[in-house]
């Protein structure tokens, strides 16, 4: 039970307690709502990969319980007296981090995820020094600046996944130029037809990008055409196919986790195209040299995105009507959802219905 002097209220909740892969009905404390702080009723939380890996202790860096959740949709109960811009009865929701120092060259530019003292909405350890405790519970305490506001029009459950899956996509496209007047007609590969995947695609599509995916399996070819609108499909198991969009896409957006080698996928890249990693393997990836130089490309990475950038994504998301395709979740199911994540079996992403119309909590 947490021992933080400021944590004061009740809350339920779902945690791992070891690494048995499941999580079970834990009841712990939240601090008290302070003067910058929101209060929310957690109504939905996604489930995302991570999850899994810190249930299962994957790196190596879980802390005991913990309550997994940083895709967190609600309504605000409470607001500090420091707080104008939230009122009770607001749509909102948190995302991957909680906490920055607030002070650093990178939270002045609103790339809060890039501080060197970037607290993780579960997992990690807040200003206090407490244990954060992450969205599978029915409450939860944010501090403003990591509070995004959720548009009118995207429903709460299916909006959920975008603070993390899409954020992650979305941060890296408008960095590099894909959603604006530079990316209208280039084209984008997207590795890996998933969680981060189709997200991406919706992505370029509504910003008018030509999309391939690019996948191993054959089963996703109709799935990306047909429900996703990409315009092309590639497979990446077959040499004919990966040889004939030999240099074609200006950009690749690689979202699969598993280990795999970035030099087939370098040479669907054009001279001079930009290769952006988002998923992390557990080991390294193989980056042979040649397609890097021949073709002048470039390799980089990206981690989720900015309180700012989260809150544009959002509103973007809210007028092309951009949401994540869910399969919702009740809370007496969630570790059949954790075993079926574990086998990657889910479109596209589960989304617990912890506090809504629903909701079995
Ligand atoms: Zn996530
Ligand atoms: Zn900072």
Known sequence: MEVTPNHTQTVSGWAATDESGKVAPFIFKRRENGVDDVTIKVEYCGMCHTDLHFVNNDWGITMYPVVPGHEITGVVTKVGTNVSTFKAGDRVGVGCISGSCLDCEHCARSEENYCDKVTLTYNGVFWDGSVTYGGYSGMFVANKRFLVRIPDSLP??????????????????????????????????VVGLGGLGHVAVKFGKAFGLRVTVISTSPAKEREAREN????????????????????????????????????????????????????????????????????????????????????????????????????????????????????NDVRYRFVLDIGGSNARL
Do not use: W
């Open 156 to 189: 709460l459950d299916a909006a959920a996944p975008l603070l993390c899956a899409g954020i992650t996509v979305y941060s890296p496209m408008k960095q590099h130029g894909m959603l604006d007047q530079r990316g209208a007609g280039r084209r984008l590969g």
């Open 228 to 343: 996703l609108m990409a315009d092309d499909f590639v497979l990446s198991t077959d040499q004919k196919q990966m040889q004939a969009m030999a240099r074609s896409l200006d950009y690749v957006i690689d979202t699969v986790s598993a280990s795999h080698s970035l030099g087939p996928i370098l040479e669907l890249l054009k001279v001079n195209g930009k290769l952006v990693l988002v998923a992390a393997p557990d080991k390294p990836v193989e980056l042979p040299s040649f397609p890097l130089i021949f073709g002048k490309r470039t390799v980089s990475g990206s981690m989720t995105g900015g309180m700012k950038e989260t809150q544009e994504m959002m509103d973007l998301c809210g007028e092309h009507g951009i949401t994540c395709d869910i399969e919702l979740v009740f809370t007496d199911r969630i570790n059949d959802a954790l075993a079926r994540l574990a086998r």
